[in-house]
Every structure is written in structure tokens, then in C-alpha cells.
């Protein structure tokens, strides 16, 4: 039988993981607000600050999200429009964890 033999980097990637159980959290509720943002850019047909005859309507700030996974507490930023129809297809409107996956 043969061992596996680890690079200096494999090991201290291996050390780290280890060590921080909760690593994914910040790598998930990054990925999220940028879902988020996109979302919302698609919404307006228009980005931050971008001035285009095509655009939808115009960006009014953010409000604080929490949301609950299985790899912990996501706090999130959610865009809002001034006219408010932006509605993310990221959870529900009233959804605080995340829904179990149904066979």
C-alpha cells in the first residue's frame, strides 16, 4: 500500500482548513453579494453609477439580510430601487434559512 505524499503547500492548505472550521462563510457571503449585486444591475439595465438611455430606474441604498445555511449565518447587503421592484431570485421575501432540498 502506498502512502500520499503532501506538498509544503498541500499540508498547510490541509493545516488551514483544519484549523478554521468556518472558512467557507466570508467565501459564500461574498459570492452571494455579488449574485445580489449582478441582480440588481440586470434589474436596471444599468450599473453603478452608469448613465444609459436604456436605464430601468436608479439604485436607493441597501438593507442588512441575515440568512441562515448549513455552513452558517450569511449577512448580506441587499440592494433596493427607489421604485421597488427589485425582488432577488436568491431566497424568498420573507425567507430567513435556507429551504432543504425536496426529491
Known amino acids: 500500500m502506498t502512502r500520499k505524499q503532501y506538498t509544503p503547500l498541500a499540508l498547510e492548505v490541509k493545516e488551514l482548513l483544519g484549523a478554521d472550521r468556518d472558512f467557507l462563510v466570508p467565501l459564500v457571503q461574498s459570492v452571494v453579494q455579488e449574485i445580489l449585486e449582478a441582480e440588481m444591475d440586470e434589474c436596471l439595465q444599468a450599473g453603478k453609477h452608469e448613465r444609459t438611455a ?10 442588512d439580510r441575515s440568512l441562515i445555511t448549513r455552513i452558517g449565518r450569511l449577512e448580506l447587503r441587499v440592494p433596493q430601487d427607489r421604485a421597488g421592484r427589485f425582488s432577488t431570485e436568491v431566497f424568498e421575501r420573507y425567507q430567513r434559512s435556507e429551504k ?3 426529491p
Do not use: M, Q
Open 100 to 102: 432543504p432540498e425536496t
Open 54 to 63: 436604456e436605464r430601468l430606474g436608479y439604485r436607493s441604498g441597501y438593507y
